[in-house]
């Protein structure tokens, strides 16, 4: 146990550099395209992961996302691109069985976002859950199904879409 004083503060570093083992699998949603394969693939890539799985409602959505995934799989990586919604409950369930094929899950990052920009007054509830559910049910979901599991680290990615909207409309 450690004993902090009141008033005093503990300062830390970060480390160094982030070390991922090659010997485990790197799950990665809205991996297929924009921040989680451009930046979130590329990273583990480059801090050692070499089993990454990318998860994806709808694949690559531009000829770049197909080279940046070409380009990671000539590099050696082990890549796997799966295709399911993990807003249902039932498909998060499916990728369990995918797992068994791979390396032990070391991680999870939560990085699925559907864009649909609207005004507050113009938001009907189908529009919410589109882009409600991916985020929040998927975040669920996945933590389900992971919570008996040993991960290093399981990270949910948010953005601020909400505010960008609110300051360019205002």
Same mark, same amino acid.
């Given at each position: 146990a450690i004993?902090?004083? *009141?008033?005093?503060? %503990? %300062?830390? =570093?970060?480390?160094? @550099?982030? &070390? =991922?083992? *090659?010997?485990?699998?790197? !799950?990665i949603t809205g991996g297929a #395209?924009? &921040?989680? =394969?451009?930046? %979130?693939? @590329? !990273? &583990? *890539?480059? @801090?050692g992961a070499q089993h990454i799985v990318l998860v994806s409602r709808s694949g690559p959505k531009s000829a770049e996302d197909r080279q940046t995934i070409r380009m990671l799989e000539q590099s050696g990586i082990s890549?796997?691109?799966?295709?399911a919604n993990v807003a249902d409950e039932t498909s998060v369930s499916a990728l369990v069985n995918l797992w068994q094929h791979f390396p032990p899950l070391a991680s999870v990052l939560? #990085?699925?976002?559907v864009i649909d920009d609207a005004l507050a007054h113009e938001t009907t509830q189908a529009r919410f859950w589109s882009v409600f559910a991916p985020k929040a049910l998927g975040a669920w979901h996945l933590h389900q199904v992971t919570q008996h599991m040993q991960l290093d680290f399981f990270t949910m990615v948010s953005c601020c879409s909400s505010v960008l909207v609110w300051a360019r409309s205002a």
């Amino acid at each position: 146990a450690i004993t902090i004083l *009141a008033g005093k503060d %503990v %300062v830390t =570093l970060p480390p160094a @550099r982030l &070390f =991922l083992p *090659a010997d485990w699998t790197y !799950l990665i949603t809205g991996g297929a #395209s924009g &921040f989680g =394969l451009e930046e %979130v693939a @590329r !990273l &583990f *890539a480059a @801090r050692g992961a070499q089993h990454i799985v990318l998860v994806s409602r709808s694949g690559p959505k531009s000829a770049e996302d197909r080279q940046t995934i070409r380009m990671l799989e000539q590099s050696g990586i082990s890549l796997h691109l799966e295709h399911a919604n993990v807003a249902d409950e039932t498909s998060v369930s499916a990728l369990v069985n995918l797992w068994q094929h791979f390396p032990p899950l070391a991680s999870v990052l939560h #990085s699925t976002g559907v864009i649909d920009d609207a005004l507050a007054h113009e938001t009907t509830q189908a529009r919410f859950w589109s882009v409600f559910a991916p985020k929040a049910l998927g975040a669920w979901h996945l933590h389900q199904v992971t919570q008996h599991m040993q991960l290093d680290f399981f990270t949910m990615v948010s953005c601020c879409s909400s505010v960008l909207v609110w300051a360019r409309s205002a």
